[in-house]
């Protein structure tokens, strides 16, 4: 499956690293791409493996804000 989620507070290199790491160490998480410009993140994953929830607060664990 394919989702965007909007995360708020990235604004650098490591933001962009931060978000994309926290969500690449779930399992189910295909691809992870960011676009710190407009502060969406596409992800490609497997449901059967990970949930929004569990996204949302890797995310979240880095201390950005997500609104999915």
Known sequence: ?????QV????CGHCEKAVK??????EGIQG?????ASGKV?????????TKE???E???E????VAI
């Not at 499956?1 to 989620?5: E, G």
């Open 1 to 5: 499956m394919d989702m965007t989620i």
């Open 62 to 65: 880095q201390g950005y804000d």
């Open 32 to 36: 992870v791409e960011v676009d710190l």
């Open 21 to 26: 790491g926290a969500l690449s160490e779930l």
């Open 42 to 50: 596409d992800v490609a994953y497997d449901d059967a493996l990970v």
């Open 58 to 60: 890797a995310i979240e």
């Open 8 to 11: 708020n507070g990235m604004t």
């Open 54 to 56: 569990e996204m949302k």
